[in-house]
């Protein structure tokens, strides 16, 4: 008997371990970062390649990030390719950019997440990269020359002109002064947004049928930024991931919650910024993960009410 219990745990250890997820090893992974030139002038466009070396055949799932100062103007960014490497392959995006503002700049050291399972991650940091932007002018030229100064010219108005400005002054004037005594309506009440009826109807616009993924993560994106916006105070528009996150922390959510929101943020800016398409099932799962990161979201702000303080209504 105990030799037969002995092989039935044999056989469901082995199917266990067949059966896990492909573990995520720091040192079969190797993530560059380069661009074809790093001084450009003004309008110049140059090419920013990340590249992940990784082992080949390999399921687990990639997320980038890529910060881009916003200076900088996305060209052109074509979808990623892979290609074989020896007993590897390497995942290769490349995305043209260009500026229109001389200065130095630094592009900050783009990431990749390496997910295997949501306890075996590993994120690969690339470097920091400075981009000189010069001028198209010669050294030797401070402006542009060969501008004449401007002439001053003594304009020669009608006095009958001058007459009919005056009397639609007056007229102007007569009738602010009308407004300001009317007595002022009181505003309509504004009802407050729906958010998730928002994010609910961004799944209803057919936008995935018609392949539009850019407006769709975007929509999605901003909406989630508002409703961040509305609960919490937090300023999240015309702001990076990051700094919204930072805000969130200091707000005192919890950490894993920003982990959360920062999460689809990145891989909204992804499609956004560096075209990255996602499949139809992906798009679907992540308008479920908004509506339920909004929700959990709510849920952590709401008043804790400690039950004496209930009193109970009278008999």
Same mark, same amino acid.
């Given at each position: 008997?105990?030799?037969?219990?002995?092989?039935?745990?044999?056989i469901?250890?082995?199917v %266990?371990?067949?059966?896990?997820?492909? %573990?995520v %090893?720091? /040192?079969?992974?190797?993530?560059?970062?380069?661009?074809?030139?790093d001084s450009?002038?003004?309008?110049?466009?140059f090419?920013?390649?990340l590249?992940l070396?990784?082992? %080949?055949g390999?399921a687990?799932e990639?997320?980038?990030?890529?910060q881009?100062?916003e200076?900088?103007?996305?060209?052109?960014?074509?979808?990623?390719?892979?290609?074989?490497?020896?007993?590897?392959?390497?995942?290769?995006?490349?995305i $043209?950019?260009?500026?229109?503002?001389?200065?130095?700049?630094?592009i900050p050291?783009?990431?990749?997440?390496?997910?295997g399972?949501?306890?075996?991650?590993?994120e690969?940091?690339?470097?920091?990269?400075?981009?000189q932007?010069?001028?198209?002018?010669?050294?030797?030229?401070?402006?542009?020359?060969?501008?004449?100064?401007?002439?001053?010219?003594?304009a020669?108005?009608p006095s009958?002109?001058?007459?009919?400005?005056?009397?639609?002054?007056?007229?102007?004037?007569?009738l602010?002064?009308?407004?300001?005594?009317?007595r002022?309506?009181?505003?309509?009440?504004?009802?407050p947004?729906?958010?998730f009826? $928002?994010?609910?109807?961004?799944?209803? #616009?057919?936008?995935?049928d018609?392949?539009?993924?850019l407006?769709y993560?975007t929509?999605?994106?901003?909406?989630?930024?508002?409703?961040?916006?509305?609960?919490?105070?937090?300023?999240?528009?015309e702001r990076?991931?990051?700094?919204?996150?930072?805000?969130?922390?200091?707000?005192?959510?919890q950490?894993g919650?920003?982990?959360?929101?920062?999460g689809?943020?990145? $891989?909204?800016d992804?499609?956004?910024?560096?075209?990255?398409?996602?499949?139809?099932?992906? #798009?679907?799962?992540?308008?479920q993960?908004?509506?339920d990161t909004?929700g959990?979201l709510?849920? /952590?702000?709401?008043?804790?009410?400690?039950? $004496?303080?209930?009193?109970?209504?009278?008999?």
């Amino acid at each position: 008997m105990w030799c037969i219990v002995k092989n039935l745990l044999a056989i469901v250890m082995l199917v %266990a371990t067949n059966l896990s997820p492909p %573990a995520v %090893a720091a /040192d079969k992974y190797r993530f560059v970062c380069s661009v074809d030139r790093d001084s450009v002038t003004v309008g110049d466009r140059f090419v920013m390649k990340l590249e992940l070396h990784r082992p %080949a055949g390999d399921a687990t799932e990639l997320i980038p990030d890529l910060q881009l100062p916003e200076v900088f103007q996305v060209i052109e960014s074509p979808p990623a390719t892979v290609v074989r490497d020896g007993e590897g392959e390497v995942v290769a995006n490349t995305i $043209e950019l260009a500026s229109f503002r001389t200065g130095t700049y630094t592009i900050p050291a783009p990431t990749v997440l390496v997910v295997g399972t949501a306890s075996d991650t590993l994120e690969l940091r690339g470097t920091p990269i400075r981009i000189q932007v010069a001028s198209v002018l010669p050294d030797n030229v401070k402006g542009i020359s060969g501008i004449r100064p401007p002439v001053e010219v003594e304009a020669l108005t009608p006095s009958w002109v001058r007459w009919a400005l005056a009397v639609i002054a007056a007229l102007v004037l007569l009738l602010v002064v009308m407004l300001l005594r009317r007595r002022p309506q009181a505003a309509e009440p504004v009802s407050p947004t729906d958010w998730f009826e $928002e994010i609910r109807r961004v799944g209803r #616009a057919g936008l995935l049928d018609s392949g539009d993924f850019l407006t769709y993560y975007t929509s999605l994106s901003e909406t989630l930024r508002r409703f961040i916006e509305d609960r919490t105070g937090v300023e999240a528009m015309e702001r990076t991931t990051d700094e919204v996150g930072n805000d969130l922390v200091g707000a005192g959510l919890q950490s894993g919650r920003v982990a959360d929101i920062k999460g689809f943020l990145s $891989e909204a800016d992804l499609v956004k910024f560096a075209k990255f398409t996602p499949d139809s099932d992906r #798009a679907k799962e992540d308008l479920q993960r908004v509506l339920d990161t909004m929700g959990a979201l709510d849920g /952590d702000l709401k008043p804790v009410i400690d039950p $004496e303080d209930v009193k109970e209504p009278p008999s």
